[in-house]
Nanobody, 118 residues
């Protein structure tokens, strides 16, 4: 099992920055990908940024150039640096880890609220 705990969410003004953290504990092996998703009210959960085990990143078009995903392997933590935040970035952000053990296994954090408003 993998236990994920997110932190770093909050209220920020448009144009501001936040840094989300996701600390992983438990059986942290065979990690295939780590990533961040978000879900706004009334909308489906969507991928924001992903990071493969070999360091390849991908981003949603809406956040390219503004958000950066990174990982501290020593601390088993994945980060999402969010700059130039917009009101439309308001959502609950979820950390996701996928382990590859033959099949793929998904793990999710509890989510952290990000609100961008003046």
């Amino acid at each position: 099992q993998v236990h994920l705990v997110e932190s770093g969410g909050g209220l920020v003004q448009p144009g501001g920055s936040l840094r989300l953290s996701c600390a992983a504990s438990g059986t942290i092996s065979n990690i295939y990908t780590m990533g961040w998703y978000r879900q706004a009210p009334g909308k489906q959960r969507e991928l924001v940024a992903g990071l493969t085990s070999v360091g390849v990143t991908n981003y949603a078009d809406a956040v390219k150039g503004r958000f950066t995903i990174s990982r501290d392997n020593a601390k088993n933590t994945v980060f999402l640096q969010m700059n130039s935040l917009k009101p439309e970035d308001t959502a609950v952000y979820y950390c996701n880890v996928v382990r590859r053990l033959g099949a793929l296994y998904d793990y999710w954090g509890q989510g952290t609220q990000v609100t961008v408003s003046s």
